[in-house]
């Protein structure tokens, strides 16, 4: 399958500062990739939809302002977690789906986020 | 009502048993279906995915999907302690967003 590397796996932080995470699809080029926050023993969380080249398409309950999307090329997608607070500690999992494809998403490994 | 169902389990099953796993969904207008397997502190891992109804096979895993009973299953053979994971189902109306089930924990037990 398919092939969708996220950084960092794990990364600590302290309270206040801004985190980023960067999704990328390694073999395929992605017009619209996803990011998810897991919390523990429960399903993924749609946060928002980027699109590369336009902004994100936010959830409901979502802050934009702090949780910043960047789409800037077909295989690129970062998620910035901005003033960082410790309730933001989750798993953060980005998806990409292939351009003109509209089945499989593939998801990258995550990114456990723990802020002190 | 959750646009989709699924029991979270937790189940466990002795080696070698057959395993099936379900969702249910009230959307009629999904038309892709996909099973993810996730390991603990890792990503989804696409197993199967299903355009509209039937049955799709893959190895020791089976993918059904009844659009009439809004009811789609995996079946996974042979059960090796190797694929104690969260499985999570998941579904979508063309080019719209997924919508995932809580998934279901499951333990091969050797």
């Known amino acids: 399958g398919a092939v969708v590397s996220q950084h960092p796996s794990r990364v600590i932080c302290k309270s206040g500062t801004s985190v980023k995470i960067e999704c990328r699809s390694l073999?395929?080029?992605?017009?619209?990739m996803f990011w998810y926050r897991q919390f523990p023993k429960q399903s993924l969380m749609l946060m928002a939809t980027s699109n590369e080249g336009s902004k994100a398409t936010y959830e409901q309950g979502v802050e934009k302002d702090k949780f910043l999307i960047n789409h800037a090329s077909l295989t690129l997608s970062t998620l910035t977690v901005t003033s960082a607070h410790p309730e933001d500690s989750s798993f953060y999992i980005c998806?990409?789906?292939?351009?003109?494809?509209?089945?499989?998403?593939?998801f990258g490994q995550g990114t456990r986020l723990t802020v002190v | 009502q959750k646009e989709v169902e699924q029991d979270p389990g937790p189940l466990s099953v002795p080696e070698g048993a057959i395993v099936s796993l379900n969702c249910t969904y009230s959307n009629s207008a999904f038309q892709y279906f996909m099973w993810y397997r996730q390991y603990s502190r890792k990503g989804p891992e696409l197993l199967m995915y299903?355009?509209?109804?039937g049955n799709k096979e893959d190895g020791r895993f089976t993918a059904q999907v009844d659009k009439s009973s809004k009811y789609i299953s995996l079946f996974i053979r042979d059960s090796q302690p190797s694929d104690s994971a969260t499985y999570l189902c998941?579904?979508?109306?063309?080019?719209?967003?997924?919508?995932f089930g809580t998934g279901t924990s499951l333990t091969v037990i050797p």
């Open positions: 998941a579904m979508s109306e063309p080019g719209n967003q997924f919508y």
């Open positions: 073999d395929f080029q992605a017009t619209t």
């Open positions: 998806s990409a789906r292939f351009t003109g494809d509209v089945t499989e998403a593939f």
């Open positions: 299903t355009y509209s109804s």
